[in-house]
């Protein structure tokens, strides 16, 4: 059998929103973005990705150690992620645990993190301010957020243990095209029996060009695990490939 006492993350939102959210300066603005950016969500699933995951671990002092690469088919179908190896003629509903090598692994980021956030309405936001990020120099809006426990749906699992715990995070938007640009992720108040300082996702989103249409889809993901020993475990996602599916692609559900 093999080995799973390394770490795992499953990240899976199952109603983290943006709904309730305070007075802001740009209320107006944000109500747009939101209304945008669930157009957006709502097209994800017409597409299917290469995710390329390249693994690392990190022991201090030392620097990031590489420690394999992943190749998986991602798509998202009625607000799950579904996954299947590279060249599979269908997805299939089972356990992304059930199609990697042990160690660190996680799902959501996707379409399951920006689809529960932005669509159902449980979140708490703050207006932050503008930011330049990294090519987008003109000014980007932050927003940050913060989901009780109870609501958020982050499970993180460790070996035997799993919990399910509050999350935090923020996300950044264009103030003119009203695109999402990042989303930014972390469990909070972690139990002390997972062992961890620190476990989140940074996930970058951009424009792909695919046939006659334009999507707003994930770029590129960071998923990080550090736990209170120093060690880090680090994934590092890139999604490429992606095409729509065509009439002979199957979505298989397994009872």
């Not at 059998?1 to 993350?9: A, D, S, Y």
């Not at 695990?225 to 490429?240: A, E, K, P, W």
Request: aromatic residues 8%.
């Amino acid at each position: 059998m093999r080995n799973r006492t390394l770490p795992w993350l499953i990240a899976i939102f199952l109603a983290m929103t943006a709904g309730g959210a305070g007075q802001s300066p740009a209320e107006g603005q944000l109500a747009r973005f939101q209304e945008k950016i669930r157009r957006d969500i709502a097209g994800i699933p017409n597409y299917t990705c290469l995710e390329t995951i390249e693994r690392a671990r990190r022991t201090p002092p030392l620097d990031f150690m590489p420690a394999g690469t992943v190749r998986l088919e991602v798509s998202s179908v009625a607000g799950k992620e579904l996954f299947a190896q590279p060249g599979a003629r269908r997805f299939e509903d089972r356990d992304v645990l059930s199609l990697v090598p042990a160690g660190v692994i996680g799902s959501g980021m996707f379409a399951s993190f920006a689809g529960r956030l932005f669509v159902s309405g449980k979140a708490t936001l703050r207006h932050r301010r503008v930011e330049n990020l990294e090519g987008h120099h003109d000014g980007s809006v932050r927003y940050d957020f913060r989901v009780k426990k109870q609501e958020s749906g982050l499970t993180l699992k460790i070996g035997n243990v799993s919990e399910i715990v509050a999350v935090k995070g923020s996300f950044w938007f264009d103030p003119v095209s009203l695109d999402l640009i990042r989303l930014d992720v972390y469990g909070e108040d972690m139990p002390a029996d997972l062992n961890l300082d620190l476990a989140g996702t940074r996930t970058d989103y951009a424009h792909a060009h695919i046939g006659e249409s334009n999507a707003l889809l994930p770029k590129r993901c960071e998923l990080t695990m550090t736990f209170l020993s120093g060690v880090t475990y680090r994934d590092v996602i890139d999604f490429s490939q992606c095409h729509e599916y065509r009439a002979e692609s199957t979505i298989n559900f397994d009872h």
